[in-house]
């Protein structure tokens, strides 16, 4: 059985930034695991830990930057790594989530695993739609926002568990070849144990360009145009009470009674 | 000459970093409050190859260089040095069996410490043997197929908590020389006649174990023996070097600790309407607190890279990294209490604790005294004295 976990790095913006032409300046910014593939990542070894013969595939989209992502996820025990990057995917400005979906529909396509495992959303481009666009393109099964999935691989049969809004869970039996898109929470996800740390450097990382996958310029056309960024002025204001809390708690409650929260 | 890390180092130092913060900042004053060892702490750094990294692969650990092990320590101890030296001691005494050890006995103790099993210490003061090792009194006598051992050790890291012990004991005594006639001998904890006293009420490490050791009649077998018979002072020495760069390491550890919260705690605090981070005495205050804490690091790098390929200057790197860092420790722990002003004084704020660990940096493992001497004894070409 093959499990094909896509991760990508995110980009975190300090407290204070800047905003260079499009994009927050590259001073102000850090990369790091988006938070839902580390939970993916995690289901994917703990299949692999409770089924025999398992491989886990790890692919991005992304530069040379993001292998730092890449080893983590291998660390953990991922068995390999596939990385698209190429001249012409460094060019866009944006990669939409129609175009990522491309992308990793090649290498799904190459790779054929059983089920592919997705974070819900990336933490800073926040489409949250890749996972499924990706089973669209594959013609699979998908199930979205799963925050519990149990495996039947004789019946190539998962159960989950969906997060729907208000507390419900929908309870849903997916087919195999399937994309999930993986919940926080579902697990908890491991630290790197120093051991795998080590193991991960002589792991497998392929990188593949658009060429390699048969592509061409086109898989990178979008109809989505990036056009400015901008720091939303600031319109709340808020309070500080300072004093005893006997004191402030009247204060407080006060202004609860004069905004009419309170009765 | 390169002074990056390599990006293993990087993703070894960050996913320690994130474990420590994760896992021990949130619990470190209840540890040191109530002078509890971190057992359940120690079993995880164990299961992720934090206890046993410099121990070889082949015998369960993850077999890091020195340098990697050193970025270890560090962040550890910039999390808290309690639980940071409960941790990173569970394997102290490992290096005796690494390099001396036989097959039986690297297989049997140090696998069970670098796989989270077991906790191991090394016992080497005494009552009256403090910075003077070579007068250790503590006796082994060869009886038959055994060794009987009696004696008294203090001090002793991990002592009541440790399920063995390399113990340095005197198994010749009238060998000549001040320097021979000791042996490194492993007592298991639970063998008769063995018994521990945890020593409560430390000004610092407070986490940590420390214990006096009673040996009374207890009988090991001859192969508890580590390496030759009667050579155990000079076994002993050569991971001086190591050790006095692990401490240096611990001392960088916590400079950064308290330097870190000085700065985020300079940026908080508000006064005369503006922050205290504004005012130029604290600016300078904050200026040399990183300062001294990055020089300690590059002394303290150098000596582990030292440790790892050349060590023609060890001895002297080893002794001024363990001195200076040390120093900074003590001196960028009391400037970030200062920044904190009276908040410093209470431990709602971890500088307080790093204020009090700091010390024992500049005590243990050879005083600040002893590694002036050494520095010296190296400048001026005088052999051992």
Known sequence: MKVLVTVTDVAVVDDEFEIDGLDVDERYLTYELNEWDDYAVEEAVQIAEDVTDVEVVTVTVGPERSEEVIRKALAKGADRAVRVWDDAIAERDLLDAETKAELLAAVAREEEPDLILSGVQSGDDSFAATGVTLAEKLGDEWAAVVNQLDLDQDEGLASVHRELEGGVDELTDVELPAVLTIQTGINEPRYASLRGIRQAQNKPLDVKSLEELGLDGSALESPLRWTATYEPESEGEATVFEGAPDETAGELAGVLRDEGVGQ | ?385
């Open chain 2, 1 to 385: 000459m390169d002074f990056a890390l390599s990006d293993e180092q990087k993703q070894v130092r960050d996913e320690v970093r994130h474990f420590a913060n994760e896992e021990i900042v949130p619990v470190a004053t209840e540890y040191d409050t109530e002078e509890k060892f971190p057992h359940d702490l120690v079993e995880q750094a164990a299961e992720l190859g934090i206890v046993g990294a410099n121990v070889p692969l082949e015998y369960g650990g993850v077999g890091y260089d020195y340098l990697t092990n050193i970025l270890i320590v560090e962040e550890l101890f910039a999390a808290d040095p309690g639980i940071g030296l409960s941790i990173s001691s569970a394997a102290f005494g490992a290096d005796a069996l690494v390099a001396f050890g036989t097959e039986e006995q690297k297989e049997k103790f140090l696998r069970p410490v670098a796989e989270g099993d077991a906790i191991m210490g090394s016992a080497i003061s005494e009552p009256d043997v403090g910075s003077d090792v070579s007068s250790v009194a503590t006796s082994a006598e060869k009886d038959g197929d055994e060794w009987v051992i009696d004696g008294n050790k203090m001090w002793i890291t991990n002592g009541s908590v440790g399920d063995y012990f390399v113990v340095v004991c005197e198994t010749d005594p009238d060998a000549e020389g001040r320097y021979n006639g000791f042996s490194q001998i492993i007592v298991e904890s639970d063998r008769d006649g063995f018994s521990a006293e945890k020593i409560t009420g430390k000004l610092g490490i407070r986490a940590s174990d420390t214990a006096e050791l009673l040996f009374d009649g207890v009988r090991v077998p001859e192969e508890n023996l580590v390496g030759t018979r009667g050579a155990g002072f000079l076994q002993l020495m050569q991971f001086f070097d190591e050790t006095r760069t692990a401490v240096a390491a611990q001392g960088v550890g916590i400079a950064r600790g308290a330097a870190e919260r000085a700065l985020d705690y300079a940026q908080e605090r508000e006064q005369f309407g503006q922050p205290i981070s504004e005012f130029q005495a604290i600016q300078h205050k904050l200026a040399d607190m990183h300062t001294q804490t990055e020089a300690a690091r590059q002394l303290t790098y150098k000596s582990a890279w030292s440790v790892d390929h050349a060590d023609d200057d060890l001895t002297q790197l080893a002794s001024m990294a363990k001195e200076y860092a040390s120093r900074v420790a003590v001196d960028v722990a009391d400037e970030a209490v200062q920044i904190h002003g009276g908040a410093g004084y209470v431990n709602d704020f971890d500088v307080e604790r790093f204020y009090r660990d700091a010390k024992i940096t500049q005590i243990y493992e050879g005083t600040t005294e002893i590694q002036k001497n050494i520095i010296a004894r190296e400048l001026l070409g005088k052999g051992m004295v």
